[in-house]
């Protein structure tokens, strides 16, 4: 098992086997590499008073397993709201985008607002770990996270909720942030509550939105996610995010549906 999704190399990262993605062989699973470009919108002239309360990720093309590189720019400067941008690239063409909102933070006293389902899911240690898609590569992302499912799983179709957690790091020694443990997990909600049968369909996404009202705490990620598939062959997976304590935001991604 690799140690790390990624290794630096000077100024570019390497992706390792554990970014694998169950497609193509030869490709990423977007959560490590979405976390990398998260990453890269924390560090770009970090603020002690605003955090990032939205990243939209556009998945652009396959990202290989190969060597990546990142930029991160200002696109819209502002004292209590900006907006970052930060793009990966491999080979020299651009493969991910991903911008997000910065917050300025304050101390406000308020009530929780009615209608928001605030209640925990039960925790990882009363789920179920349950096997990945069938027919894919021995090693791989789904060898370099754990899971717990509550209901569904990866080869049962229809709504499920599942904890997931890194086994490994997103770099070496590096202790991942939240945003980059919501971004990692995140893109997997589209198979946590997969709607088709992997090996006769497609159904992959062009895009991850993730919206965070709270910094979410401990290693684990909950995801009560649920697919809504057209017969037109588009789809929408929506997913509550959660820690031990209750929701910290929501995901969504648009995804594209084919017979293989």
């Not at 890194?166 to 980059?180: A, F, N, T």
């Not at 971004?183 to 497609?202: H, T």
């Amino acid at each position: 098992m690799s140690e790390s999704f990624f290794v630096p190399r000077g100024s570019a990262w390497i992706a390792t086997e554990a970014t694998r993605g169950p497609w193509d062989d030869a490709h990423q699973h977007a959560g490590p590499p979405s976390g990398l470009l998260g990453r890269a919108l924390e560090r770009f002239e970090p603020r002690d008073d605003a955090r990032i309360v939205r990243v939209t990720v556009d998945i652009l093309r396959p990202v290989p397993i190969a060597e990546l590189e990142v930029d991160a720019v200002l696109v819209r400067p502002g004292k209590r709201v900006e907006l970052l941008e930060a793009v990966m690239t491999a080979g020299g063409d651009a493969v991910f985008k991903a911008r997000a909102w910065r917050m300025r933070t304050t101390a406000l006293s308020l009530e929780e607002p009615d209608g928001v389902a605030r209640e925990p899911i039960p925790g990882p240690e009363t789920g179920r770990w349950e096997p990945f898609f069938p027919e894919v590569a021995e090693v791989g992302y789904h060898t370099h996270m754990d899971w717990r499912f509550l209901r569904g799983s990866f080869r049962e179709a229809g709504p499920a909720t599942a904890w997931l957690k890194m086994k490994v790091p997103l770099l070496p020694g590096e202790e991942p942030s939240p945003l980059v443990r919501v971004l990692v997990a995140a893109d997997s909600a589209n198979g946590v509550s997969c709607g088709l049968d992997p090996r006769e369909y497609l159904f992959v996404n062009t895009d991850l939105n993730v919206f965070l009202y709270r910094v979410p705490e401990g290693e684990w990620i909950g995801m009560d996610s649920r697919t809504i598939l057209d017969p037109s062959g588009v789809g929408l997976t929506d997913t509550v995010l959660h820690d031990r304590s209750g929701p910290v935001g929501r995901a969504l991604q648009t995804l594209y549906v084919a017979k293989r």
